[in-house]
């Protein structure tokens, strides 16, 4: 399971199937590397993501990676 913190709009636009989306900056919490969640299309790159039980931090890539 996981919580997103906080989450900021950062800019709007289409996706690929023309769809209006907002671009958003979030900041995600999880209990452990099991639960990061797969991105979703409009989260920017450097949304973080706090993984509690090893205290580790990682951001998305422009890829749509977690690194």
Sequence with gaps: MYT????????????????????????????TSADIPTPEPNWAVGSACFIIDTQDVKFLNSQGEWV
């Design 4 to 31: 997103i913190a906080d989450e900021k709009i950062i800019g709007n636009g289409t996706d690929s199937s023309g769809m209006f989306s907002s671009l958003k900056l979030v900041e995600i919490r999880c209990d």
